[in-house]
């Protein structure tokens, strides 16, 4: 929540001060890993060992899918 929270403060000052974006494929994905941390967390009141590993193999998932965002589809 403290990463919607701290890129929504951050995108809105982008849009006011009418600053530059070329960031489009790495917000994309911390939103996406947002998302699915998110959803695990909010239907469960434990957290099961397997939960563990689903967050550890996010991180080169998002390393991957930032890497072909930026250079497969040509994403800034």
Request: with cysteine; net charge neutral.
């Amino acid at each position: 929540m403290n990463n919607v929270l701290c890129l929504s403060v951050f995108l809105a000052l982008v849009y006011v001060r009418g600053l530059t974006w070329n960031f489009s494929s790495e917000v994309l994905v911390i939103f996406l890993v947002c998302v699915i941390m998110g959803a695990l967390g909010s239907f469960r009141t434990t957290f099961p060992l397997w939960t563990c590993f689903v967050a550890f193999l996010l991180y080169p998932l998002s390393l991957v899918l930032v890497y072909v965002l930026d250079y497969v589809f040509g994403w800034s």
